[in-house]
């Protein structure tokens, strides 16, 4: 690895030893709690936990045990994190083959390797039979590369490493706010409900999903809920929608309520499956309507619903855990209530004790 001028390594770093899926909750525990990702916005964050969770995973079942470094520098002011899974195992005997979807030896839906590199903005893997296998996988913290770079090697051929490409921001962005507030069910530490918004096509798109089921079984569709976010947006939500219908198949399914806020068009646009709601609460008032059925097991036809958008507009958005119908509305058309005041407030006061809980404010400030 290059060195600065000064002699030191050009990046902060930090380490996890992987031996089982203890070791791989703590480590994605103290991801969310690490310095190297205090700028990181959610989608970051779930992206990254969704790749370290593949990787670390793929340490445990074929490695036994292996190393996961976070790395932390910046490519054109712009930064990232790389995050390394490095293991002394048999190696792998086909490259090629293991990054297909669905190619597995361990009994499993055959997706880590694959997932790990459509998540990432630049992936790299190298592996020799019976020297290990190494990966890196590059998040950059904002909007996702355009053209990543992924590249197979069955040998250790370090000079021949082609450099990861750079992003651009986005050309303009309209200013909202944008707050989650979660909770799992006791006495879980992670569950099924998961949110994430990101810009696009100078909107907001902003999605909220509710696993089928609790705990970390849950947990590890959720995460992939916004990293798939990350690489398939669009604003349109119905093609939003029959995407993740397509992503999540062979899982446990969810349900997803998708929200796009244009103020170009002065329009947002809803389209929902399952028991998720949203209502515009500043504003004039509105409801939206999710269609009963799953994404990723049952999905219907999707009904997208429109609306016209003005300043100081705000918007909840709601997982079956939250108890939408006895929402508060003199507290809810509080202005001076913050999006994050808002989103504790309603998680606190009309959270199931039997369920995750999760709610969402996004506005466009007046």
Not at 66 to 76: E, K
Request: proline share 5%; with cysteine; glycine share 10%.
């Amino acid at each position: 690895m290059p060195k600065r001028a000064n002699g030191r390594e050009p990046f902060e770093t930090e380490i996890f030893r992987v031996a089982d899926a203890a070791d791989l909750r703590v480590l994605l525990m103290r991801m969310h709690r690490s310095p190297l990702i205090t700028d990181a916005t959610p989608n970051d964050c779930a992206v990254l936990a969704t790749i370290i969770s593949e990787l670390g995973t793929n340490i445990v079942k074929y490695a036994n045990r292996g190393r996961i470094r976070l790395v932390r520098d910046a490519n054109d002011a712009r930064p990232y994190i790389d995050v390394w899974a490095e293991d002394d195992g048999p190696g792998i005997a086909d490259l090629t083959l293991a990054m297909q979807d669905h190619f597995t030896t361990g009994g499993s839906l055959g997706l880590g390797l694959p997932a790990a590199r459509r998540l990432a903005d630049a992936f790299e893997i190298e592996s020799q039979l019976g020297a290990g296998t190494r990966v890196r996988a590059r998040k950059y913290l904002g909007a996702s590369a355009p053209a990543p770079t992924n590249r197979l090697s069955a040998v250790t051929n370090d000079t021949a490493r082609r450099p990861i490409v750079g992003v651009r921001p986005p050309s303009r962005t309209h200013q909202f706010e944008t707050s989650v507030c979660s909770r799992p069910l006791a006495p879980h530490a992670v569950g099924g409900d998961v949110a994430s918004w990101l810009p696009c096509d100078n909107g907001l798109l902003v999605v909220v999903a509710d696993v089928t089921g609790h705990g970390n079984l849950a947990y590890r569709v959720a995460v992939r809920v916004p990293a798939m976010l990350s690489q398939l947006a669009t604003s349109n939500v119905g093609d939003m929608l029959r995407a993740l219908d397509h992503e999540l198949r062979g899982s446990v399914g969810a349900a997803i309520g998708v929200l796009f806020l244009d103020p170009d068009a002065r329009e947002f646009r809803y389209a929902g499956v399952g028991n998720t709601g949203v209502s515009r609460v500043n504003g004039s008032h509105w409801r939206g309507v999710s269609r009963d059925g799953m994404v990723g097991l049952r999905m219907p036809d999707v009904f997208v619903q429109h609306g016209a958008l003005q300043q100081g507009d705000r918007f909840v958005l709601w997982t079956d855990g939250v108890e939408g119908e006895t929402f508060r509305p003199a507290r809810l058309t509080q202005l001076t209530l913050s999006a994050d005041e808002l989103a504790r407030d309603l998680v606190a006061a009309h959270g199931r004790g039997q369920d995750d809980a999760l709610a969402v404010v996004v506005g466009w400030p007046g």
